[in-house]
């Protein structure tokens, strides 16, 4: 159950009231339709905050019963209340704010027949004015009632989905268009007959009744037109083509793929932009492809490197090295074919280091072994070096030293 304020009923249909002056100049209105029960009203969703269950554009319906609109307690809340020009801000009317919204009174609040009849007395020159001019002549309660979420059938057969109870006036207010429409209006004594004061234009699958207010009628039936025009229109897409107005969703769609085919294509782009073939490139390539042929061939002489790429002559020289202790303790149980490019690459730099530090050197085997043979001939003469010597003559960093 929650409170609504500011509801304003009633259907259309001249309303007759009396107008007259009173000594001060003020504007005496008696015998104003201010609402009518029973009656079903429609409202949009947003109109009552909080309302669960309906999309905020969604049309409700609800039901003002007769029972509950003339309640003596009902009637009696609308006796002496404040006559506003439109509805003040939160549709309340109070003691900070009743100065700047009041322009008269409303009083003698009773029923006929379906009706709540009530009169008026409006103090506010510029309000009388706008009243005189037709202006200001529509009626609209402000009140606080409660809205039940209750479907149900009215008594005309009008089904709806919640009604009305409770309700406890706070204010009347003038309007130049209120959803009472003609019904709930200041008249006069004897009202002119109009002709066919009750012109309906459709927005959006939604009548609504705008009174004799031609202009506005134009602009909204050129409003509708507009939107009736763009629901046909036809947006192609490619080599597809769609109507706006049904076909969103395919619509969507399509654009969805292109977007993603559009980041795809840059990905690609950005692929092909990182991997192209730079002179500076092509220059690092074939220095590293130099390296690698000079280690691959002082590794393994007999390798085949012509129209070999280097990955494919560092599996080679590791196949050929399958008996090292270093394949093994780096590659373990995988075999050659089924290393990664990684771990191939891993064992070649080993390798490669390990080959700089255990090459042979003939020079210095050379003077080794001829200073191995000036020992043994000292030896031979029966004398015996010193240790010194002896580990000194075995050092092949030294053995130039002895030529």
């Known amino acids: ?123 506010d020159k510029t309000s009388i004015d706008l009243i005189q001019s037709n202006e200001r002549v529509e009626m609209s309660l402000g009140y606080a009632a409660n809205l039940v979420l209750e479907p149900g059938v009215a008594e005309d057969g009008t089904p709806y989905q919640a009604k009305f109870i409770n309700f406890y006036g706070n204010h009347v207010a003038l309007l130049k268009y209120g959803r009472c429409g003609g019904d709930c209006r200041i008249g006069d004594q004897k009202p002119t007959p109009q ?28 409003q509708q037109q507009q939107l009736e025009n763009l629901k046909a229109a036809k947006l192609k897409v490619g080599d597809k083509q769609f109507a706006i107005g049904d076909e969103l969703p395919a619509v969507q769609a399509v654009v969805d793929t292109l977007q993603t085919e559009n980041a795809q294509l840059k990905q690609k782009v950005g692929d092909l932009e990182k991997n192209q073939m730079t002179p500076e490139k092509m220059e690092q390539a074939a220095a590293e492809r130099a390296t690698v042929i000079a280690d691959a061939k002082a590794l393994v002489p007999t390798v085949k490197t012509d129209g070999c790429s280097c990955e494919q002559i560092k599996r080679d020289v590791i196949a050929a090295k399958a008996g090292d202790a270093l394949v093994g303790a780096v590659l373990g149980s995988v075999s050659v074919g089924d290393a990664k490019p990684e771990q191939i690459d891993t064992v070649f730099r080993a390798l490669s280091a390990v080959k700089g530090k255990i090459a042979s050197n003939p020079v210095g085997d050379e003077l080794d072994h001829q200073q191995r043979q000036n020992i043994g001939d000292q030896d031979g003469q029966g004398g015996q070096g010193n240790n010194n010597q002896q580990q000194q003559a075995y050092s092949k960093a030294d053995a130039y030293k002895t030529i």
């Open 195 to 222: 002709e066919e004061n009750t012109m309906e234009v459709i927005v959006n699958g939604i009548r609504f009744d705008i009174g004799d207010n031609k202009p506005l009628a134009d602009a909204l039936k050129l």
């Open 1 to 123: 159950m929650k409170i609504i304020y500011h509801i304003k009923i009633g259907d259309f249909a001249p309303s007759e009231s009396s107008r007259s002056f009173t000594q001060e100049g003020y504007l005496k209105c008696v015998n104003v339709r201010l609402a009518k029960a029973p009656q079903v009203r429609q409202y949009y969703a947003y109109e009552f905050p909080s309302l669960e269950g309906y999309t905020p554009d969604q049309v409700i319906n609800v039901y003002t019963p007769a029972d509950e609109l003339f309640k003596p307690e009902s009637i009696s809340s609308f006796q002496d209340v404040d006559l506003t020009d439109y509805h003040p801000p939160k549709n309340e009317i109070n003691a900070s704010n009743w100065k700047e919204y009041h322009i008269g009174y409303c009083e003698n609040v009773r029923q006929e027949g379906e009706y709540l009849i009530g009169d008026l007395l409006i103090k």
